[in-house]
T-cell receptor
Framework: GQQLNQSPQSMFIQEGEDVSMNCTSSSIFNTWLWYKQDPGEGPVLLIALYKAGELTSNGRLTAQFGITRKDSFLNISASIPSDVGIYFCAGHGTSGSRLTFGEGTQLTVNP | SAVISQKPSRDICQRGTSLTIQCQVDSQVTMMFWYRQQPGQSLTLIATANQGSEATYESGFVIDKFPISRPNLTFSTLTVSNMSPEDSSIYLC????????????FGQGTRLTVV
């Protein structure tokens, strides 16, 4: 099946710093989604991307759908302690295929 | 989006027993899914819950172990049968509002520990 390689696996940053994480695939994806999961909760959808080259923002979060359709990145600007959690990328490959998830990026923000 | 409620939120079960997890959505949805998230891992799709017919299982998951029901467009259950400690995971219900399930929304999950 399709696989997503997400990096980095973990990040330790200071409050106020910017963060960047990305996902890559060996095959083309039609949709990219970014989720955040807090401890004891289910993933919450942050941003959805539908077109190659699309750049979308949600507050301090910005995500882009790579022009090759094989990658996506998520940026968080001016991080705050509540940004702590696990961030997952996910995507749809061919039409009708189910969501494939990356392995997640564990973000720690030090006050 | 949709509000998704899962019950129970957590449970500790004896090996060899079965647990049924319920998923209730506040509106009718086209697609419902069940995922497993093993400790420290990503999400793995177990099956698509089909209304009025048998669920569609992903490779590595079988109906005898994970029977699923979906009697209507707002409710589904997942049973984890004959549990062993390896079944200790978070089980997540997910819904999509459109046929292509482009955007999936998740319940809060059921944290299962098998002892």
């Amino acid at each position: 099946g399709q696989q997503l390689n997400q990096s980095p696996q973990s990040m330790f940053i200071q409050e106020g710093e910017d963060v960047s994480m990305n996902c890559t695939s060996s095959s083309i994806f039609n949709t990219w989604l970014w989720y955040k999961q807090d401890p004891g909760e289910g993933p919450v959808l942050l941003i959805a991307l539908y077109k190659a080259g699309e750049l979308t923002s949600n507050g301090r979060l910005t995500a882009q759908f790579g022009i090759t359709r094989k990658d996506s990145f998520l940026n968080i600007s001016a991080s705050i302690p509540s940004d702590v959690g696990i961030y997952f990328c996910a995507g749809h490959g061919t039409s009708g295929s189910r969501l494939t998830f990356g392995e997640g990026t564990q973000l720690t923000v030090n006050p | 989006s949709a509000v998704i409620s899962q019950k129970p939120s957590r449970d500790i079960c004896q090996r060899g027993t079965s647990l049924t997890i319920q998923c209730q959505v506040d509106s009718q949805v086209t697609m419902m899914f069940w995922y497993r998230q093993q400790p420290g891992q990503s999400l793995t799709l177990i099956a698509t819950a089909n209304q009025g017919s048998e669920a569609t299982y992903e490779s590595g998951f079988v109906i005898d172990k994970f029977p699923i029901s979906r009697p209507n467009l707002t409710f589904s259950t997942l049973t984890v049968s004959n549990m062993s400690p390896e079944d200790s995971s978070i089980y997540l219900c997910s819904v999509a509002l459109w046929q292509e399930d482009t955007e999936a929304f998740f319940g809060q999950g059921t944290r299962l520990t098998v002892v």
